[in-house]
Structures are given as C-alpha cells and as structure tokens.
C-alpha cells in the first residue's frame, strides 16, 4: 500500500491525556529500593566469600552500586513524566518505559477482557493496573499505578463500552 504525498506537515499524534497517581513515584521508588536491597546483599555476600579480589572485582561492585543508585534517584521522576494513558469513545491509548518507550493504541472494537490487579504494595499505596487484552499479536496494553477509585472507574467504563459493541473482537 503506498500513500499519496500531501501538502504541508504529516499529521502528528498528541499524547495521552491522563498521568498515573503520583503516588506512583513512591511505589516505583520502594519497589527499585527492594531490588537494589537484594542486589547490593548477594554483591556483599560475594565481595565477603572471594579469598583474593582482583581490583576490577572492587571496581565492579563500586559501579553496579552506584548505577543502582542512579536507578532509584531517576527512574521513578523519569517513569512518572512519560507514563500516560487515556480511554476514548473509540480507542485506549498507552504510553509507557523509562529509558525505551512504547506507545499502543487499540481500538475498543478489538478489546477482549479487561483486567486489574493489586499486589500488596500496591494495596498498600492505594494503586492498581489495569491489563487490556485485545485482538493483537503485540499483546495486551497495560496501564499502571492509577489511583484504585480510578482504575475502577476505568475498568468500569471499559466494560460498558466494549461490551455495547457487537461481535466476537477478533
């Protein structure tokens, strides 16, 4: 399929319209802390064991430490600002990643099931993710760390529209 050259500049998608909670930060944040937490042990417990460290041993965990650190003072901003979801009449439109970034569109004729989860820190923040599956190879949309009375909503109103649709969303 080709397309026909037009005037003037090619049409641009606009981002989507709704953040994630902020309270997301922080979840991303401990989550991050918890992961750096069991890194930084089993690193401790195998810098302890050697017998004779080579200096790049030490200069090794010296930099996983610090690009640990670097992960928990920047990734939750970063994730923050470029996470983004919205629902129209027609379509759910994701924007997700920190450092590669992936954006989905999927048309709400396509949408098979709606889903949320909470784990206990979510529960804990008051958070929850909705996971739309549709009809596409790509695999489902995830939106993550809404606030849980929002997400709700959102799975409510999900249902309701997909659910006037007619056929089998294939």
């Known amino acids: ?11 641009t998608l606009r981002e989507p319209a709704n953040q994630v909670s902020p309270r997301a ?8 802390g ?3 937490l069991v890194t930084w042990l089993a690193l401790a417990i195998g810098y302890a064991v050697l017998p004779q460290r080579p200096w790049w041993v030490t200069l ?9 650190i670097v992960h928990l003072v920047l ?9 983004r979801w919205e629902v129209t009449p027609t379509a759910v439109h994701t924007r997700a990643g ?11 004729s396509r949408v098979q099931t709606v889903d949320s989860a909470q784990g206990a ?3 804990a923040f008051g958070l929850m993710s909705i996971t739309v599956t549709t009809a596409s190879a790509a695999g489902p949309l995830t939106i993550a760390c809404l606030d849980s009375v929002t997400a709700r909503a959102v ?11 007619e056929g089998d969303a294939t």
Do not use: C, K, N
Not at 25 to 32: D, G, I, K, Q
Not at 78 to 83: A, E, P
Not at 98 to 108: D, F, M, Q, T, Y
């Open 25 to 32: 930060v922080s979840y991303w944040r401990l989550t991050a």
């Open 121 to 123: 820190l979510m529960r």
């Open 60 to 68: 090794l965990l010296v930099l996983v430490v610090g690009a640990t």
């Open 155 to 165: 799975v409510a109103e999900l249902t309701e529209i997909t659910g006037s649709h």
């Open 34 to 36: 918890i992961g750096a």
């Open 1 to 11: 399929m080709t397309t026909q050259p037009t005037d003037g500049p090619p049409p």
């Open 98 to 108: 920190w450092l590669s970034r992936e954006e989905r569109i999927a048309p709400l």
């Open 75 to 83: 990734m939750p901003r970063i994730r923050f600002r470029v996470h």
